[in-house]
């Protein structure tokens, strides 16, 4: 009598646990399909990786991409530099004919060794330090071509972070 009182636990127990695991496969389809539905603009490309299906902010933008930039000792000028930067960004710097006088004059100087080498940071970025504060970028997308205007409080040393 205790053989088969014994033998009806795990008789139990199995049942149980085949209930229990049928409820476990359903939860975990229902989880799968909610991972879908959430994900939305990501894909899953391995077990346990999901990217997302987006391009890059400097895909989108071409002067937000991230780089790391050593410019070379053969670079004399800022104008040089820039050109270097931009050579493969899609994007070029716009004819003198159409910069002011002030833009041409800094496109002439000399490039400082200070803007010389970039830890990774957007393109802009490096863009507006080698110019300085007393210009500020004017991108044109639809040509991709970048010129520069001398800003208004310029003219005013301490503005522009200059010494007295």
């Not at 899609?90 to 060794?113: F, K, Q």
Request: proline share 6%; net charge neutral.
């Amino acid at each position: 009598m205790s053989l088969s009182k014994h033998s009806a636990i795990p008789r139990r127990l199995t049942s149980w646990l085949c209930c229990t695991g049928v409820a476990i496969a359903g939860q975990s389809v229902w989880a799968d399909q909610q991972l879908i539905s959430a994900i939305g603009a990501q894909t899953q490309i391995g077990r346990y990786s999901v990217i997302a299906v987006a391009p890059t902010a400097g895909q989108q933008d071409l002067l937000a991409v991230i780089r790391s930039i050593t410019i070379p000792d053969d670079i004399k000028t800022v104008g040089d530099a820039l050109h270097l930067l931009l050579r493969d960004s899609g994007y070029r710097l716009a004819d003198h004919a159409v910069l002011s006088e002030d833009a041409i004059a800094m496109l002439d100087l000399p490039l400082p060794n200070a803007h010389r080498s970039f830890e990774p940071m957007p393109l802009k970025a490096v863009i507006g330090l080698i110019v300085g504060p007393a210009f500020h970028l004017v991108q044109d997308p639809v040509h991709r071509l970048i010129a520069f205007e001398r800003c208004a409080d310029a003219s005013n040393p301490t503005a522009t972070g200059g010494a007295r």
